[in-house]
């Protein structure tokens, strides 16, 4: 008998080792390529063009940054993409050769190139017989301006010195993405295409703009509830969500009003930012160091950041303060700049109306999954 009580633990773990093989073998194997192709051109809006070639290049992005194409994640995806664009690689927009000019001298004055410089160039002749400054005028997308651009720093005197980081198109594509951050994406991690001249005209492509989109929105780890958070983080960077509830929770301990806009510190600077001078108010409360509260805020911009003890500490004392618990994630407050804008806009707005497309992508997607 002690003999068989010895082997009583080892049964047990036999036991549930051969459940545990039960039920990964239960478990449906995951959809094949072409049936979730199927399912994207379903989801898709019916009147756009080539719906399999965007179902194509939509699922080649979920493969290439091995991201589990669940219908949460393709909803999340058409959503931005038809908030963004509506589907076109390359929209238009309206009064973009002036809004270009007024930036191309904005940007060189801060690299301090004055204007009578800038517009000298834009005055010289480019080789189809018009001036620079027409042919501004004349873009009509932000692919054709980006090319455009790029063409004229390299035809004119010195322009890839004098204007070469005054590039005025800075996002492009379907999703509308960052072209720093592909740019940046591509030097981590390898493109699965051979780029058509580079990352930047890679970006206003189809294939290129769905896959640095995609990595944008869901290529990073989030513990969010609610896909609207990373609506909001699309739009604001990633993080902000998270990084504007530790604000609020911040505001509670230190009694000091903070602007809830996910950014918590001031980067490539020691400055100290309004969240970094709240955390230092309480730092005897939370028995932290001024430079371990700068540490701590150094890691906004990962999930690590969840893991230190400024944030563990701060939440602990909120709600003690507020004797309830908090959320950990708070849509950023923050007004949308950007020279193609004319209405006022916010995060709040961008993220509320992706997430109602996202609803009821996901009402029309519940049948296709089962």
Known sequence: MPALRSLRPV?????????LAACRDDRPPPPDPATVRARIVRLLPVAIPDRA????????????????????????????TEQESTFNPDPPVPGLGRIAVAEIEKRAARVGVP????????KLDSPDGRTWEQRLASARTERELSEMFEELVDSVPLGRRLL?????VRTGGPMQVSIAFAEAHARDRPYPYVPDGSIRREVFTRRGGMYFGIAHLLGYPASYERMLYRFADFNAGWYASRNAAFQRALS????IPLDLDGDLIV??????GATEAAARAISTQIDMSHGAIRRALERADSQRFERTDLYERVYAMA?????????????PHIRLQSPKISRRLTTEWFA?????????CIARAAPLWG
């Open 319 to 331: 709600e003690r303060i507020g004797g309830r618990a908090l959320e950990r994630a708070h849509v």
């Open 267 to 272: 980067h490539g600077s020691d400055a100290v």
């Open 115 to 122: 204007s009578l410089v800038v517009r000298g160039a834009l």
């Open 164 to 168: 070469g980081d005054s590039n005025p």
């Open 252 to 255: 509670i301990a230190s009694g």
């Open 352 to 360: 509320t109306r992706v997430d109602a497309r996202y609803r009821r």
């Open 53 to 80: 070639g965007w179902a194509t290049d939509i699922y080649a992005a979920f493969a290439a940054l091995e991201i589990e194409p669940s219908k949460e994640n393709i909803c999340a995806v058409l959503a931005v």
């Open 11 to 19: 049964v047990a773990a036999v036991l549930m080792v051969l459940a």
